[in-house]
Structure formats: C-alpha cells, structure tokens
C-alpha cells in the first residue's frame, strides 16, 4: 500500500493505494501512486431540502472548521447555521425559505488545506405539487432482438414548468394502490438539477447505470438530446419500472411524500386510428391542461415513437400569462388535429368560482362536447382535441365555445362566448 498525498490524512482509506511499480513496492523511492492534491474543493450540487434546510454536496472531503454561515451566500435568505456531515456535504439552516436560484460558496478548505477562493452553483428548488409534472410516458416499448433496431426501453419524462431550477433529488414513484392501500414503490431520485423547463427522465436500464449518451434510451431515440447537460437521466433496473400495458396510476413524491404530480393513463388515450400503439409514446398535449383529461393527451407523431428528453411533438406553444381581468381565449386558432392535435381553451374571472364549465356548439347551436373544469383559482384551462363526446372528429368549421363561471354564493353565473375554427391541414 502507497501514500498518495503526503499532506493527506493517515486515516482515510482513499488517501492509499496498491502500487504500480514493476517489482510492487517502491522502499527508498518516491511511491508510484504519488499525486499530491493541489486543486481547491468544488462544489458540485446544491439544493433544497426542507422550507429552511438546503445542503451543499463538495467533490472530496472538506475541513469541519472551514463550513461556517459566512462560506455560503444566499441572495434571499441568511445561513444562520453550518455544519459538515459525510466529510462533504454541508447541511444549512435558513433563516427564511429561499428563491435564490444561485448559491455562492467562498474560504471552504479540503483536508490538505487547499482553499477555495469562490464558487456559484445552482441551487436546486424543493419541487412544490405541479411544477414538476409527468410529460410522456411510453409503457409499451417496441422491443425485437431480430428486427435490426435498437430496442426500446419503458420511461416516464417529468418536465419543470417553473423558472427555476428544481432538484431531482429523493424522488419518488408509486403506482395504482392495492385493496391493502399499498403500492410499488420506486425510488429514482439522484442528485440532478433540472432547469427551468427541461425534463427529468425515469427510464429503464438493461444496460445497468451508464451515462445517459451509452444508454439504451439514447440508442433507441438517437434524435433525442440526451446529453447530461440537457436532461436529469435516472435509469432503474429494467424490471423495476414496470409500466402497465392496460394502464396504471403514475404518481410522483417528493421525499417527504408529498405528491407533485398524478396521471392514471390509459391506452385509449393514444390516437384514434393509430394502426399499432406499440413503441409509440403517450404524450401530453399541454403541460398546464388538466393530467387526467383524456383529450390532453395523444401519441407521439415522433419518427422514433417518442421524444424523451425533449418538447413533445404533439405539445401546443406555451401560452402567455393570464390578464388580470374577465378574459377567454382559445389557441391556436384555426386549429388542426393532424397539424395542431387539439387547441387550448383558457379563462380567467376576477373572482374563484364553485364551477366551471365549457360547453362547445356547432354552427346549428347543437351541443358537441362538454365538460367540467377543476378548479384551480380564478384561471384555468381545458384542451379540446376536434373530437364530439363520443370520440368521433367534428367536421371542419367554426365552433362557439361557452364557459360558463357558478358563483353559488352570490347566486351568480357568469358567461364567456367566443368562437373556434376546426380546419384541415392544406397538404
């Protein structure tokens, strides 16, 4: 056994190892493993990890006395405690919830007393319920060892719908309880940072846990940009992900399980006329529209079946913020379903009402599709796909579409009108 760092410590295991030299010793001589460490600590992750706890995880070991309230910086908010834990991850206490999106780390020392000048480093959110929601899911992988085609693999795609960056960290997915009220439960989460309005993805690994480019995610979906700085890839056993073929309930959990997104997917949801669903994702049309309509979702238009890492290929354009005032509006407008796959339908009302609901006519007042909106404030939104309740395409043409807002208190009932054409792409 060889010293590597003269200046390390004695105790610490990976401050020794086997030696290289020919004859396996080196007595007299400078040791064949000596690498004297010269490179101040870095910080390499940082997050969240209650309402007033963050932690900073360093690359090696850290002095205790080096961890103090002064070495960590919030725009926001104030350390009021510092201690090391793990000999390299400092844990915070916090004087108020922070909103910083940078953390600043300055005069922290490694174990040979090299010090860091300063760092900036995101600091990765604790996702509240919605802001990271269940994007894609693809559960019944085209899978053929003769058909010269890499095979695909299960996955559910997360996507951070805030501006700003969240943790990836403790989380958790369950699926459909059983009659004991227990469900499967799959701890995927690892220490990623997903930034504003880029995608976590939980997908099975055959090939064990390899970096996202030697994946068989990225060989099945070569157009997909699955590189480690687009995407929080958290690969788990090939036969642990599981996703039912005849649907199931995705449900995601914080580490406190606290529940941040549900789907209870189906695969009635994929496209009508769809010759084979097979190695096909489901794919949500708007990432704001209700998880469970079956109408905010669709399959995949994607040559490869899926767009893992990536805006869906059926997603509508992000929709601005709502006005303050009374408002509906309906885009895009002329919309396709070949072209578009559904159009979005969004209101707001200067006070929260008990019911929402949107009823759609055709050019002879005769009603074609109706439904109840959930209710999440003053402003919501509904996706309509072009289809009648009964899942059949409406005809092209214009349509009224009526929101009509209950106030049961005030005895109220509120009314928005406006029209939408259904159209046909031209080629």
């Known amino acids: ?73 919030f725009d926001a ?72 085609r890499p095979n695909q693999v299960e996955y559910v795609e997360l996507t951070n719908l805030t501006d700003s960056p969240l943790t990836a960290n403790g989380l958790v997915l369950t699926d459909r309880p059983a009659e004991d009220g227990a469900a499967d439960t799959l701890r995927v989460g690892r220490r990623r940072v997903v930034s504003p309005g880029s995608f976590v993805v939980v997908a099975a690994a055959p090939e064990g846990p390899t970096p996202v480019p030697q994946s068989q995610l990225a060989a099945a979906f070569p157009e997909a940009p699955l590189t480690p700085d687009s995407v929080a890839y958290l ?83 992000p929709s601005d913020e709502a006005p303050e005032t009374t408002s509906l509006r309906i885009e895009p407008d002329p919309f396709s379903i070949e072209r578009d796959g559904a159009t979005r339908i969004r209101y707001t009302f200067d006070d929260v009402p008990n019911l929402v609901r949107v009823r759609i006519y055709d050019a002879r007042g005769r009603e074609v599709w109706s439904e109840e909106a959930r209710l999440t404030g003053r402003s919501g939104e509904i996706v309509w796909d072009g289809r009648n309740d009964a899942g059949e395409r409406v005809r092209i043409g214009p349509y009224v579409v009526l929101v009509e807002a209950v106030r049961a208190e005030a005895g109220t009932i509120t009314r928005l009108k406006k029209t939408v054409v259904v159209a046909r792409p031209l080629n």
């Open 1 to 73: 056994l060889e010293r590597i760092d003269p200046r390390g410590p004695s105790d610490r295991p990976s401050n020794f190892a086997s030696s290289t030299a020919p004859d396996g010793a080196t007595p007299g001589m400078q040791n064949s493993r000596h690498a004297p460490d010269t490179t101040p600590p870095r910080p390499t992750f940082a997050e969240q990890v209650d309402s007033t706890t963050a932690e900073v995880v360093f690359g090696e070991p850290v002095r205790a006395e080096s961890i103090t309230p002064d070495a960590f910086a």
């Open 77 to 148: 908010a104030t350390v009021t405690q510092a201690t090391l834990r793990a000999d390299s991850i400092a844990r915070l206490s916090l004087s108020t919830s922070p909103t910083a999106t940078i953390l600043k780390v300055t005069d922290v020392r490694d174990l040979v007393d090299n010090r860091l000048d300063q760092a900036t480093l995101p600091f990765a959110r604790r996702p509240a319920p919605g802001a990271l929601v269940v994007n894609e899911i693809l559960f019944d992988p085209l899978a053929d060892d003769f058909d010269d």
């Open 235 to 317: 690969p788990v056993e090939a036969n642990q992900l599981g996703l039912r073929n005849d649907g199931d309930l995705v449900r995601v959990h914080r580490r406190d399980g606290t529940v941040l997104s549900a789907v209870d997917y189906s695969p009635d949801w994929h496209a009508p006329g769809l010759a084979e669903a097979k190695g096909t994702a489901l794919e949500r049309i708007s990432p704001t529209g209700d998880p469970e309509a079956p109408e905010n979702w669709t399959s995949s238009t994607a040559p490869g079946g899926g767009t893992p890492g990536a805006p869906n290929a059926v997603s509508l354009p």
